[in-house]
């Protein structure tokens, strides 16, 4: 992997301790991971709440690709809790 995709996943997973990032990696594609006997996943950022609620709840789609593992046997997805949350809308108010 590139130095700087190296740099990004050590300071977003590792507290920025690059040597825990592998340099080398391979690309799997949906039809090999659908294919594999177990699947886990893990989004554990908070940011990724609205994907997360179409993963866990939405109708299964390829405009969300995670979502077709609704129907595998054998997935699990690990997720931050904010994702298991109601919607609710926010109502922000600036200063002006």
């Known amino acids: ?11 977003m997973n590792c507290g920025g301790d690059i040597d825990q990032i592998p340099k080398y990696c391979i690309t799997v594609g949906m039809k090999e991971m659908f294919m594999a006997k177990k699947v886990i996943m ?3 950022r908070d940011w990724n709440a609205g994907a997360l ?3 866990l709840h939405g109708e299964p789609t390829p405009n969300v690709p995670c979502s077709l593992f609704q129907a595998h046997p054998d997935a699990t ?12 809308p926010e109502i ?3 200063n002006k």
């Open 1 to 11: 992997m590139a130095k700087e995709t190296r740099t990004v996943n050590a300071f």
């Open 42 to 44: 893990c989004q554990p």
């Open 77 to 88: 997805l690990y997720a931050a809790a904010v994702a298991l949350l109601p919607t609710k």
């Open 92 to 94: 922000r108010i600036y």
């Open 53 to 55: 609620r179409k993963i």
